[in-house]
């Protein structure tokens, strides 16, 4: 079975252009969630998806960042336009919808993409 | 507001040392905790999830442990593939992971 994949694997581009980033889940995970790191920092939540429904937003860090899972399979995460502080690595994560279970399901991690803001 | 302190921050061992790595947390509305595996370019693997203090998991050389305030990372008779980053997240509210910097191990042949 394929795992979460992303891509590209890696971009530079130019400060105020703009970037879209693209996750496509485990198949059948109705969460998504993308993660990021950047430099020095820790892996920090961004934003989490059930099927095509933002289910939690609260750490997008501005109106730069837009998320979309159109038909709640892949999702993109686009960056316009781009500052410098946006460089890091993002992270793409998917997990099963347990029914019937309140114990948080297993998040499987991407490889990322990493993002070099010029 | 959640912190999740990892140490130590590097950890270098001979093959065969076994050792402990800790996770410490202050985290609202915790439901739980993940420890990850990162090898260097690669994104966070999944090792392990612990739901309640007392539980304990174990895969090949590794134990994790949960109390109420902290996890433990056990290696026992490590090889040098055991070498990476080892990241612990406890889970908040719905699904959310916060994450602590990470303990990087060395396992030196």
């Known amino acids: 079975e394929a795992g979460v994949t992303q891509f590209p694997s890696h971009s530079v581009i130019e400060k105020g252009q703009t970037v879209t980033l693209r996750c496509d889940p485990i198949s059948g995970h109705d969460n998504l969630y993308w993660y990021r790191r950047v430099m020095g920092k820790e892996i920090k939540f961004l934003l989490h998806?059930?099927?095509?429904?933002?289910?939690?937003e609260s750490g997008m860090p501005n109106n730069r960042f837009l998320a979309e899972r159109t038909g709640g399979t892949y999702s993109t995460l686009k960056v316009q336009p781009a500052e410098l502080e946006d460089s890091g690595v993002y992270f793409c994560?998917?997990?099963?919808?347990?029914?019937?279970?309140?114990?948080?399901?297993?998040?499987?991690f991407g490889p990322g993409t990493r993002l070099t803001v010029l | 507001e959640d912190q999740v302190t990892q140490s130590p921050e590097a950890l270098r061992l001979q093959e065969g040392e076994s050792s402990s790595l800790n996770c410490s947390y202050t985290v609202s509305g915790l439901r739980g905790l993940f420890w990850y595996r990162q090898d260097p370019g690669k994104g966070p693997e999944f090792l392990f999830t612990l739901y309640s203090a007392g539980e304990e998991k174990e895969k090949e050389r590794l134990k994790a442990t949960l109390t109420k305030k902290e996890s433990f990372l056990h290696i026992t008779a490590p090889k040098p593939e055991d070498s990476a980053t080892y990241l612990c997240?406890?889970?908040?509210?719905?699904?959310?992971?916060?994450f602590g910097q990470g303990t990087r191990l060395t396992i030196n042949p």
């Open positions: 998806f059930v099927k095509e429904s933002k289910q939690d």
């Open positions: 997240a406890p889970i908040q509210g719905a699904q959310k992971l916060v």
């Open positions: 994560a998917s997990s099963q919808v347990r029914g019937g279970s309140p114990l948080p399901d297993t998040q499987y």
